[in-house]
């Protein structure tokens, strides 16, 4: 496997993987197969409904038999994919996948070109299959060539490309087949598609090309057994995503997405027909700003998680879909007057219709701060010999989600006889109930969310020196202590999760006790209060070190009164007698006279605060081997990076 290549001590945009060739093949992979799978399945359902060959009772029939026949495959097959993507090297069957598609595609352009109906299904139904192989192998890709601090700007851009090619794919399937059966009969049937055709033929062809590119990725779990049963394969993936609880709700959540953006997408049509009283113009803008904002909000993950793994988003992502969702309806709650004219886009932006073109733009962009962090975290925790298989059960759940959405709009539109917006009402409230229901079952969502928002509403935060911090394997973090947000800009700053050694007064504070005894803190007490606790600190230091997790101690054990650091006590040479692991030293810088510190010589938070969104820094630097680090030195090295950067 080739390695990363390095990176300065400043971290690069995400937009720097596209220069690379560890990412930028395997990305025009992702996006041309993205654009010519909805290029062909618009271009199928356009010609199933106005050509020669079916009938017209039978289009609708036939354009949902297509889509039920492109998802059929992630149910029988993604398990059996999952385990073939971890048993072999991964470049070379997505190489086998993109040459299958220029087979497929040429059978496919055959399919269209002679308007073959029963050709055309299979042709969907074999694009499915490829889509199912093609899916465990991206996603478990990605970790193999990216680094940690890539994850989320790698996931960001593929998940960008991908809803913008499904994008211009949709739009391109339509603009390249005739729409109107009076079109078709100037034309003739037989070469009418001979521009969509060419077009799937030559990108196919192009998309394999570039697959020749993408460097190795060696097998994850070469033994494996292949279970070619489907139905087991199936339980066993479900087992194996179902062992960490925090990945199986993550899968959850992100099937929970697609559930509620098939409940939209799927209406947009009639939604803008038959309630904003638009024409096919007006349904193209709305699927636009819902693809363009779900890109921009993808997009947005990497900066606003500053290059790691910000769960804290994904409850911002789902408060702002829900809040969108209902605007959606309070703006047009009524169905379009029958006999009023039809509107183009532009009739219809002027007459007030961009609010609602900026409610789906919106629910977009949260739908992307809401599955970017989501997808990197089941990269990031997910083990590597079985990362395939969890994307595989990730796909399973997708699929079955959707006809679930299919299903619920039925139900709700053609048998309780409820409107297309009150169906947005509906979205937007399971949408709170059960982003609610994930929160209350993994806390850690909504501490890192609150955490998050205290931060970034407080300060501008800039971090040096984050790569000193291992990316795997336990370490000790020691650093100053100013004020009582000095664990929040850490844990903030250090993409792994960070057990803190806290003061057991502090989880009295409302808001920042949940915050701390959701994130597994440690309390701690001088032997002169509770001795008992002081010991059982020590322990759980010692089992969380053992289990390879990062622990933050503040040595001083008291914040500072003066701005000046206190001693470093003997602590930290007690927890590494037990255990000699790395120690990372940090020094915080700018904190000292805020709202959460003493100043003034009065205790922390009894004034109001003066400033907000104060600049602070987070200094790291190299980690010291635990047989030589001591209480003295490691003051000395934290003292020095505070007057640093004077």
């Not at 969890?390 to 006809?403: D, E, Q, R």
Request: one cysteine or more; charged letters at 15%.
């Amino acid at each position: 496997m080739p390695l990363p290549e390095p990176v300065s001590g400043a971290e690069r945009s995400q937009f720097a993987l596209l220069t690379t060739r560890r990412f930028l093949p395997f990305f025009l992979t992702q996006f041309f197969g993205a654009f010519n799978d909805n290029l062909f399945r618009n271009a199928l359902v356009v010609s199933i409904t106005f050509g020669a060959t079916a009938a017209a009772g039978q289009a609708g029939i036939l354009s949902n038999v297509a889509q039920g026949l492109f998802i059929l495959p992630f149910f029988l097959f993604s398990a059996i994919a999952g385990q073939v993507a971890d048993k072999y090297e991964k470049s070379r069957l997505i190489r086998g996948t993109r040459f299958a598609e220029v087979l497929l595609m040429f059978a496919g352009a055959a399919a269209l070109y002679f308007q073959h109906v029963p050709s055309l299904l299979t042709v969907i139904f074999l694009m499915g299959v490829l889509a199912t192989v093609f899916g465990p192998l991206k996603y478990s890709l990605m970790p193999q060539h990216l680094r940690q601090s890539e994850l989320v700007g790698g996931n960001a851009l593929v998940d960008a490309g991908t809803f913008m090619a499904i994008l211009i794919g949709t739009i391109a399937g339509g603009l390249l087949v005739p729409e109107s059966p009076v079109e078709h009969a100037v034309r003739g049937s037989s070469d009418a598609n001979v521009a969509a055709a060419a077009v799937l033929v030559v990108v196919a062809v192009a998309t394999w090309l570039i697959s020749r590119q993408i460097p190795r990725a060696e097998a994850t779990d070469p033994a494996l057994s292949v279970d070619f049963n489907p139905l087991s394969a199936t339980v066993q993936v479900l087992k194996v995503a179902g062992k960490t609880r925090a990945i199986l709700l993550s899968l959850l959540g992100i099937s929970w997405f697609w559930l509620v953006g098939a409940l939209i997408l799927a209406q947009l049509p009639a939604y803008a027909r038959d309630v904003l009283g638009g024409d096919k113009s007006v349904y193209t803008l709305l699927l636009a700003s819902f693809s363009v904002g779900t890109a921009l909000g993808s997009l947005a993950c990497e900066k606003l998680s500053g290059h790691k793994v910000e769960i804290g988003l994904v409850p911002l992502g789902s408060i702002g879909m829900t809040v969108c969702l209902l605007d959606l309806y309070f703006e047009h709650p009524g169905a379009h007057p029958a006999g009023e004219a039809v509107v183009s886009w532009l009739p219809f932006i002027k007459a007030g219709g961009w609010d609602i073109v900026l409610d789906c733009a919106l629910i977009g962009v949260f739908g992307g701060l809401f599955i970017v962090p989501l997808y990197a975290l089941i990269l990031q925790r997910s083990a590597e010999s079985h990362r395939a298989r969890i994307i595989a059960c990730n796909n399973i759940l997708n699929a079955g989600f959707m006809v679930i959405a299919a299903l619920l709009a039925i139900l709700w539109l053609e048998v309780l006889k409820f409107s297309i917006p009150e169906l947005f009402i509906l979205a937007a409230i399971l949408n709170a109930c059960v982003a609610a229901y994930i929160y209350t079952l993994v806390p850690e969502f909504l501490m890192r969310f609150l955490s998050w928002v205290l931060v970034n509403l407080m300060y501008r935060i800039k971090v040096r020196g984050l790569e000193h911090v291992p990316e795997q394997g336990p370490a000790l973090i020691v650093s100053n202590h100013v004020s009582f947000m000095d664990a929040l800009v850490i844990g903030g700053s250090v993409r792994r999760p960070v057990r803190f050694v806290m003061d057991h007064n502090i989880f009295r504070i409302p808001v920042m006790g949940f915050i701390f005894r959701t994130a597994r803190a440690i309390p701690i007490a001088p032997a002169r209060e509770d001795a008992t606790l002081l010991q059982t600190a020590f322990d759980r230091i010692d089992a969380e070190l053992a289990d390879g997790e990062i622990v933050c101690i503040f040595p001083e054990g008291k914040l500072t009164r003066s701005g000046e650091m206190n001693e470093f006590k003997k602590g930290v040479e007690m927890i590494l007698e037990r255990r000699p692991v790395p120690v990372v030293p940090i020094a915080l810088r700018g904190l000292w006279g805020s709202f959460f510190s003493h100043r003034d010589g009065k205790p922390a938070m009894t004034q109001p605060p003066k400033r907000f969104w104060s600049r602070l820094e987070v200094i790291v630097t190299a980690p010291v081997r635990g047989e030589d680090a001591s209480a003295t030195g490691l003051q000395r090295i934290v003292s020095g990076l505070r007057g640093e950067w004077q």
